[in-house]
């Protein structure tokens, strides 16, 4: 397991079923700043499966899938992802991963529905004290004696929303807005002259999707100040979160280009407000 905020959870959880190796940890190690050298990842060949988070929403960490390490693991060792904040912004390598897991609330559609997408060589090997509805294959092969009530509303709201997604080009459609988006934010923060600054100091691993930044090294009255101006046009809910405080912009499927260009305007006219010394 490669462990970061969401990955952290998980640990705690899969630690009360069987001992858990963290490959490499980036919390500890490094803040989250840069991912920990492949070289030095902790491997465990005999391991059953490997985990990890593919966009960490939190500190704003998202892997590049063509630069992981995949080397690295047996070539029987089942990969598994939660894509929970970035499914549907790039092309999955299903080569590589045996079980994706996802909440369809940030791409997909409404919270409430989570979607799992499982290799089918992986059906049959539950543990006798497998919870019911932890047991993919008996859900398999009972679908009209569930044990129970699915959440019918949001996976209708999530089925309609896909097939939109579809209808307005599909995958490739949203991965181009995906890195519009992206693009313009991080060039806007990059040439900010520190006004505005990410702790995240390998560019490889910034998220398209998740963007924190602080204003004037962390100056939380100034970040207080930019969130107040930031309501007042209409820009809500972009408080970063607790355990890694400042501003988070969140850039899921739904937020228009045209979005994203009024926030760059906004951050820049506070910029300029807030300190004469930018050169924008």
Known sequence: MVTGMWSNQNFDEISKHCKVNVVANNITDNDCTRMVP???WKVDKDASFFCYCGNETVNGFEFDDEKFPWHLFPKDMPIICDMSSNIGTKPVRW????MVYMGAQK???AAGCTVMIIREDLFGHAEPDCPILCDWTLHENSPDT??????IFPM??????MSYMNEMGGLEHYEKLADTRS?????????SNGFYKSKITDKAYRSRV???????????????????????AGIVQIVGHTFNPGIRISMYNTMAVAGVEYLCEFMIHFMKTHNSRSKL
């Not at 080569?95 to 045996?98: E, I, M, Q, R």
């Not at 569930?146 to 959440?151: I, M, Q, R, V």
């Not at 209708?156 to 929303?161: E, I, S």
């Open 95 to 98: 080569d590589k991963l045996a």
């Open 183 to 191: 693009k313009l934010l991080w060039n806007l923060i990059d040439t």
């Open 156 to 161: 209708y709201v999530t089925g309609l929303n």
């Open 38 to 40: 492949h070289d030095q």
């Open 210 to 232: 998740n963007v924190i930044v602080r204003i004037q090294g962390g100056n939380k009255d100034l970040e207080k100040q930019f969130v107040k101006e930031a309501g007042a």
């Open 146 to 151: 569930y044990y129970n009530t699915p959440a």
């Open 107 to 109: 791409n997909l559609g």
